[in-house]
T-cell receptor, first 115, second 115 residues
Framework: AQSVTQPDIHITVSEGASLELRCNYSYGATPYLFWYVQSPGQGLQLLLKYFSGDTLVQGIKGFEAEFKRSQSSFNLRKPSVHWSDAAEYFCAVGVGSSNTGKLIFGQGTTLQVKP | ETGVTQTPRHLVMGMTNKKSLKCEQHLGHNAMYWYKQSAKKPLELMFVYNFKEQTENNSVPSRFSPECPNSSHLFLHLHTLQPEDSALYLC??????????????FGPGTRLLVL
């Protein structure tokens, strides 16, 4: 069955430090991969997505993610975290055909940023 | 982000009440979605509508009844809910469902508490 695992439920980093959020997926075919961010009281906002091509994907707000097929991973990174990055982050995989696909989400990782 | 709005933002209801959640999108999209976000669980897709037609019902109990009168509005009618239905209900929209490349835009959600 398709699934997405985010091993870290909660991460705390200092402002200015680098960040990596882990995501592993289980899916038999070529995956469509997404990272979303949810700020308190807000809906989900798309940070970036991977469909094909270059395995290093650039997103908004200075985030990037790297698709590694051999490790079934799609980890999110940011070189220098800002206090405004404190939020919940969700990894998702698109399953099914491109005409009927839906998103399977991970449980989310809560990011806390220390001053 | 004001492209997708949801009302009410918070709702408390008893198990015998009937209430409705409303979602409106101002993006000119044709596909709309209901998701359920429970604490400690991944986001769950409930329903998908494309051009006002329901294309997905993810085994949702009949006490949840969706309605899509036009491409801009989506309702979720609630009847005789259970305490375990307490969650954040998120609405999303996309240009259509033809392809996972279509980004889904989320509303801020309705926080529902069933007593």
């Amino acid at each position: 069955a398709q699934s997405v695992t985010q091993p870290d439920i909660h991460i705390t980093v200092s402002e200015g430090a680098s960040l990596e959020l882990r995501c592993n997926y289980s899916y038999g075919a070529t995956p469509y991969l997404f990272w979303y961010v949810q700020s308190p009281g807000q809906g989900l906002q798309l940070l970036l997505k991977y469909f094909s091509g270059d395995t290093l994907v650039q997103g908004i707000k200075g985030f990037e993610a790297e698709f590694k097929r051999s490790q079934s991973s799609f980890n999110l990174r940011k070189p220098s975290v800002h206090w405004s990055d404190a939020a919940e982050y969700f990894c998702a995989v698109g399953v099914g055909s491109s005409n009927t696909g839906k998103l399977i989400f991970g449980q989310g990782t809560t990011l806390q940023v220390k001053p | 982000e004001t492209g997708v709005t949801q009302t009410p933002r918070h709702l408390v209801m008893g198990m015998t009440n009937k209430k409705s959640l409303k979602c409106e999108q101002h993006l000119g999209h044709n596909a709309m979605y209901w998701y359920k976000q429970s604490a400690k669980k991944p986001l769950e897709l409930m329903f998908v509508y494309n051009f006002k037609e329901q294309t997905e019902n993810n085994s949702v109990p009949s006490r949840f009844s969706p309605e899509c009168p036009n491409s801009s509005h989506l309702f979720l009618h609630l009847h005789t809910l259970q305490p375990e239905d307490s969650a954040l209900y998120l609405c999303a929209s996309s240009r259509d469902i033809q392809g996972l490349q279509e980004t889904q835009y989320f509303g801020p959600g309705t926080r529902l508490l069933v007593l």
